[in-house]
């Protein structure tokens, strides 16, 4: 492929879909912190009796006809579903569920009409969308590329899409603070004089005129995949709101390309005489980056939290041994001569893995010496031990003398706390009860 066809057939399906991903993302963060991730797949399906009515009244497939009436299809189910879910208190989900499920088989029901009346009408372009469709004729010059007047004659699925994406960006930049407090706390903005349904409003006509332009991209049941993916991806990987929207357009970005690639030139690599559908594997690498998120991701990823709860367990079974052998100790009245079984030690816990790997790991850090069979504390896992057992007994005591439980009620809770209480926040607790030194069990606090 030569380098004028590529920019005649795969540029402008490119960039329109690059612009569409982009924009459905940014909006879909707002949805997703919302909790509101249905409502882009309910938007994306009450704008068709919208963009169907509009062929109907007009006969026409311009832009502006078909942009006014998916909007107006848009703001309206987004309001039906407020009254609905307002005044007739029904779940969000399930209000959500009964009216885009209406609205779109109205609009099933308005494209047969249009197939009555011989209106030029394609049901599949609007359902699955159409990128192969798009292609534009680049001018003999490459001098002339980025000239005024050959942007003129780009498709007007690019421009309607580059449109959108600029009103997007621009309502997303002139509106962070409002749609930022709106979404993680509608009362507070309530209160402070910002209108959290005035806001919810507007995002929800900017999603409907999002999905509008998306409709040439990868039509009205795709659409919410680039709503959803790649905002629930970033989420995955930060807990700020202005790094997630970064990281939302990079990956609709990604995964825009990266489908595109592969629907059109993916089956020829492997043999295959035709490509498939770019924009259902748009939608496809857009599953993809999220899954590889979930998994993957530094911060909320199932691997890296199944690291940190492997590590805290660790942790935790680690300061239970040390504290136990103190306790020991304790029991010979500070006679640190002798140690204790480790079978002994293995009786209360177990021997299965972890408690194992607890073990090696005190004994390989110098905290535990192993001699034969017989365990016991050195030096620096003495001084460890007893900040836990201080930790344990301080707390076993401000919740006997200040919240007033008994003392045969507080072991458990205080085994609890003692494994994340900071030392700055132990020395507050003893300073806040006198220093005592012993604890309401009658043992003496190290």
Request: aromatic share 8%; hydrophobic share 50%.
């Amino acid at each position: 492929m030569d380098f004028a066809q590529f920019l005649s057939l795969d540029v402008p399906p490119l960039f329109s879909a690059l612009f569409c991903a982009v924009s459905c993302a940014l909006l879909g963060n707002y949805l997703v912190l919302r909790r509101l991730s249905l409502m882009g797949d309910a938007i994306s399906h009450s704008v068709l009796p919208g963009i169907v009515a509009a062929f109907l009244l007009t006969s026409s497939r311009s832009d502006l006809p078909v942009f006014l009436g998916a909007a107006a299809a848009g703001i309206l189910s987004a309001a039906i579903i407020e009254v609905v879910r307002r005044y007739g208190n029904v779940e969000t989900g399930a209000a959500m569920g009964v009216v885009f499920s209406i609205f779109f088989a109205l609009g099933v029901v308005l494209i047969e009409q249009a197939a009555a009346r011989s209106i030029d009408l394609d049901a599949d372009c609007l359902l699955h969308g159409q990128l192969e469709s798009i292609f534009w004729y680049p001018p003999a010059e490459m001098s002339a590329l980025l000239s005024l007047k050959t942007l003129k004659l780009l498709p007007s699925e690019v421009i309607t899409s580059f449109a959108v994406f600029c009103a997007v960006l621009l309502f997303v930049a002139l509106f962070y603070k409002e749609l930022k407090l709106a979404a993680f706390d509608p009362a507070l903005a309530n209160a402070l004089g910002f209108s959290s349904n005035l806001m919810h409003q507007l995002l929800m006509f900017m999603v409907a005129c999002a999905v509008v332009a998306s409709f040439k991209v990868v039509g009205s049941i795709l659409v919410i995949a680039m709503i959803i993916c790649p905002a629930a991806a970033a989420r995955m990987w930060t807990d700020s709101l202005r790094v997630q929207l970064k990281l939302s357009a990079l990956i609709a970005a990604l995964s825009c390309v990266m489908g595109y690639i592969l629907g059109a030139f993916g089956p020829f690599w492997v043999g295959y005489s035709s490509s498939v559908s770019a924009a259902g594997m748009i939608a496809v690498s857009s599953g993809i980056l999220l899954a590889a998120s979930i998994l993957f991701a530094p911060k909320h990823g199932y691997v890296a939290r199944t690291l940190r709860q492997r590590r805290l367990s660790l942790r935790v079974r680690s300061e239970d041994f040390l504290a136990l052998l103190f306790r020991f100790e304790e029991t010979r009245a500070g006679d640190q001569s002798g140690g204790v079984a480790e079978e002994i030690l293995f009786s209360g816990f177990g021997a299965d893995s972890l408690n194992i790997n607890a073990l090696n790991a005190l004994i390989d850090e110098k905290k535990v010496e192993r001699r034969g069979a017989v365990l016991k504390l050195t030096e620096l896992g003495r001084e460890l031990a007893a900040g836990i057992v201080r930790t344990h007994r301080l707390w076993e005591s401000y919740l006997v003398e200040r919240v007033g439980l008994q003392p045969d009620h507080v072991h458990d809770t205080a085994e609890r706390l003692e494994h994340v209480t900071a030392e700055k926040l132990a020395r507050r607790i003893s300073e806040n009860q006198g220093q005592p030194q012993l604890d309401p069990h009658g043992k003496k606090i190290p």
